[in-house]
């Protein structure tokens, strides 16, 4: 598909400040599916993900706006990378790992909401509630990221 080959060429030319994005994805996909999207901090590193699935257009235009919206703020992006499924991206960012990341929680929401059109169903402030919720818990119950994942987020690449 036109667009997963964009994200592929984007995600290698991207990854020049972390290690293998594919392993911390794949990570995320496995242990925060639920979550829909969000962000967590690991060390000075700020994980920001959706798991909308990477092959569709619209979570592609989701991706970009993300990405642009975080440069505009100041956040170093340090990389992108999709899991082996293509159904979840993250991107790493440098963060304070006291920082607060609701912002760029709310960030993630409100893109979604206007590349699928969202704000025009009522019922979306009781389904965003509802999911921010949802994707708190499952962020929060993740098991701890083991070392060899971890290592990916501050490996450099030759």
């Known amino acids: 598909m036109k667009n997963s080959s964009r994200v592929k060429r984007r995600t290698k030319q991207q990854a020049e400040g972390v290690g293998n994005l594919r392993v911390v994805a794949d990570w995320v996909a496995e242990n925060m599916f639920a979550a829909h999207r969000g962000t967590f901090h690991e060390g000075d590193r700020l994980v920001i993900f959706d798991n909308g699935g990477v092959r569709h257009p619209l979570v592609v235009h989701q991706l970009e706006l993300a990405l642009t919206w975080l440069r505009k703020q100041g956040y170093a992006v340090q990389g992108v990378g999709t899991c082996s499924e293509c159904h979840t991206w993250v991107a790493v960012a440098l963060g304070d790992p006291e920082e607060n990341t609701s912002h760029i929680d709310n960030m993630l929401w409100e893109i979604w909401r206007k590349v699928v059109g969202a704000e025009k169903k009522p019922d ?15 962020i929060g119950d993740a098991p701890k990221m083991p070392r060899s994942v971890l290592n990916e987020l501050t490996k450099k690449r030759a």
């Open 124 to 138: 979306y402030d009781w389904y965003k509630a509802v999911q921010y919720q949802t994707a708190l818990a499952a």
